[in-house]
Every structure is written in structure tokens, then in C-alpha cells.
């Protein structure tokens, strides 16, 4: 086996790399972002590498990655699942693995209290791959803390050459909750077909319009972006109308000063029956979690200038009609295209906020037809 230096060229999706000493933790901010976050749910969505793969083309026969992973536990609710690695080999799913071992993350959810158990490295391994020159991605868990440790294999490694890339950003959705694996995220599977280079700067929680996260955008290469926004601004209850209309206008404002003509989509939220006509805060469903269940519920009250999810697609629809008299590359994708009710009543949301594997597919697939054909790109 050889030792493969683990260099930028060779990790797609991370705005930055930390040099640990022992390896590489990837990050969808960049440290001045960081810097300016006070808040503990976006630190660890964003250093969960959603979109994040090593890609590399090689004729090894066998491949080893070693990891250490930070295995989050929530009191009061079930048992997360392991994160899985996916192996795609010329575009295709071919095999998929946990790692063992890492650190331990105990999260009280009641109070934000959290305490680490330290681990070890897990390593993992894929053979059978074939002598054949080919083109290689090793997706990393989109829900759980990686530090890249080492990378080896049978025969020589070398970078793939970039492709166009899609700059994302959007909520848990976006982030990849509920998805089966991190190559099965919608954003994942509509970058794969459309044969682009993802960028994913989908966050937990965390679509807030964050000017930090309008400067990382902004300050991102990228030959079409997409901002999909409004969930999180209504289940946290953020702000009411008369202040999300100009931030929505300041986020555009602070990416078209670094990208002035590139395609940008504003995607509006998907169907999601607690928050169409219920305001935030939106919050676990206490008795769904005493039986063992993760299930969400909206908690708010109608009011003046209170969001709901059929508020923040007119004002956006509205935003962008005015927008697009200055700016023509702009555009609007409702997100009732991608998921509407009949499609809930077909694949309804199985914790009442986020869609399951088969809709992941089936959003990323219309994102695909409607969105990253790069038409007049």
C-alpha cells in the first residue's frame, strides 16, 4: 500500500482545510465565518462535511481511508446511526463502510450541555475495485465530524481535473437529513447527474441569512449558485416580514458583489405541512420522543408579520420579480416543483420536517431537469 499525501487538490467541497497535526478536518466556513458564529448548532453543522469527498482518479485495486470520527449522542433520543462512506467509481454508487472507534459527543438537548469522551482512528477499507484506470470519490459522512487522517492505496493517486462547480446553500435538507448517505443527499445525487462539481453549504438549522455566510458564498469561485431559503428562518422564528425582505435583499446583494453574473437561483421552501400556515418556534414532538421517535411540531401562533412557509414563498417570488428588473441572471424555482403535497402524500416527510431517502432522489432529480442543465451559463 502506498501513502497518499492528503493535499488540497485531491478534497472536493471544503471552503478550508485545518491542519490538526495529526490530519485534516474539513470546514464549510472559512475561519473569519467561524470567527463571527455564536452559535453552537451552525459550528457543528458546518464542520460536518456534507458534499465533502475526496475525488481522484487511480488504478488501484484496493482503498484505505483512516478517519477520526466524532460520534454525536443525544440524550432523550435515539441512537444515531453510524456515518457511511460512499465509494463512487466513474460516477456510479459501488460499495459503502463505517469507521469503528473516534470520539464520543454526549449532547443534552435540554440545555446544549455536551461533554467528550476521547477515541482512536478508524480505518476504511475497499477492495475489489479493479486494475483499470478510473475515476474515484470517497464521500464523507454528511452528519458526523471527520478528521482525515490518512489515505492509502495499491497503485498510484492523482487529482481529477475541476468541473463546473454548483455553489449551494440551504438548510437540514440541503445538509442532507434523513438521506440514506452522503452520495444520496438530493444536492449529492443532482451534482452527479448533471456531472458537476458540488460545493454544499447546506447547514442544520442554520439557513439564516447569516452575512457571514453571504460573504463565504460571495467569496466562493463558482459557475451557478443556488440559495434555498426559508425553513429555518420560520421554525426559529427569527424575524417577521418587514425585516426578512431586506435581509434576503442584502444576502443577494453581498453575493452578486463577488459574482455579478453568475447564474443564481433563489429556491423557495419545500412543502411542509407544520410551517405552511403555523408560525415558529418549531420544536421536537416531546411525546414522540418518549416513545422513542424523532418527530418535530410548529408552536407558534398567527400574528402580524409572522412567517409561515406560504409567506416566505410570495415575499420571495416578490423579491425576485424585482430583482430581475436589474438583473437577469437571476431566477425562481418554487420549492413546491421539487416537493409539493402530492408529493408528501406520496412520500410523506417521516419526522414532519425532512424527506425521506426516495424524496431526497426525487428533488434532486427535478433540481437536475430545472436547475443544472447551465443553460446561457
Known sequence: MIDVPLTADLVRGALELEHTGRGLVPHRLPAHARAQNTDPRLAMAEAQPA??????????????????????????????PDGVYDLVVDGALTAQASVTGGHT?????????????????????????????KDVELWLPHNELTELVALRADAPVEPVPGRRVWLHHGSSISHGSNAASP????????????????????????????????????????DLISVKLGINVVNADLMRLRA?????????????DGHPDTPLVVVSPLYCPIHERTPGPGDFDHAALARGEVRFRATGE??????????????LARIAV????SDPRLSYLDGLALYGPEDFAELPLPDDLHPCPAAHRRIGARFTALVLDFKGA
Open 322 to 325: 424585482q430583482r430581475q428588473a
Open 302 to 315: 398567527p400574528g402580524p408579520g409572522k412567517l409561515t412557509l406560504e409567506v416566505i414563498r410570495a415575499e
Open 183 to 222: 452520495a444520496t443527499t438530493w444536492p449529492a445525487l443532482a451534482a452527479t447527474a448533471a456531472g458537476v462539481d458540488l460545493v454544499n453549504l447546506g447547514f442544520s438549522g442554520n439557513a439564516l441569512l447569516d452575512p457571514f455566510t453571504a460573504r463565504a458564498l460571495r467569496d466562493t469561485p463558482a
Open 244 to 256: 426578512f425582505g431586506p435581509a434576503v435583499h442584502g444576502f443577494l446583494d453581498t453575493i452578486r
Open 105 to 133: 459527543l454526549d449532547v443534552d438537548m435540554a440545555t446544549g450541555a455536551s461533554s467528550l469522551t476521547p477515541g482512536s482512528p478508524g480505518v476504511v477499507r475497499f477492495a475489489g475495485l479493479g486494475g483499470q484506470a
Open 51 to 80: 458534499g465533502v469527498r475526496l475525488r481522484f482518479r487511480t488504478r488501484a485495486d484496493v482503498v484505505e481511508l483512516e478517519t477520526l470520527r466524532t460520534k454525536q449522542v443525544y440524550a432523550g433520543a435515539p441512537p444515531r
